[in-house]
């Protein structure tokens, strides 16, 4: 059984690659429109996301808006890596890369390359 992570990388190179034919999706739409709808998508789903947690914080039964606009913007970001040619095993690759190390650690050796 694929893990959804998976399924979401096929499902958006299928729609990368299918944005002219007849069955418009959502995400065949973003592609069409080009990486400036998408970065706009990702800005707006980032503003959620701030947005759910204040008002979390102010209230902490309000935490399921949390989630929700962070799919929202997870799913936007997997349209954005598509668009450059990668997928969710390059950004878990990332992750792996940087387990176990300092992240203060991390940010200096970035500086210094």
């Given at each position: ?18 944005i002219n034919s ?92």
């Open positions: 059984m694929k893990n959804i992570l998976t399924l979401l990388d096929e499902v958006m190179e299928n729609r990368k690659n299918n007849d069955n418009k999706s959502y995400i065949a739409l973003l592609y069409q429109k080009g990486l400036d709808s998408i970065l706009k998508k990702i800005a707006e789903e980032s503003g959620e996301v701030i947005m759910a947690s204040k008002d979390a914080s102010y209230n902490s039964q309000n935490t399921d808006k949390i989630t929700y606009e962070v799919a929202d913007l997870w799913f936007h970001s997997l349209i954005l890596m598509h668009y450059h040619g990668l997928s969710s095993q390059d950004i878990l690759q990332e992750l792996e890369r940087r387990e176990g190390k300092s992240g203060i650690i991390e940010k200096l050796e970035r500086e210094n390359k």
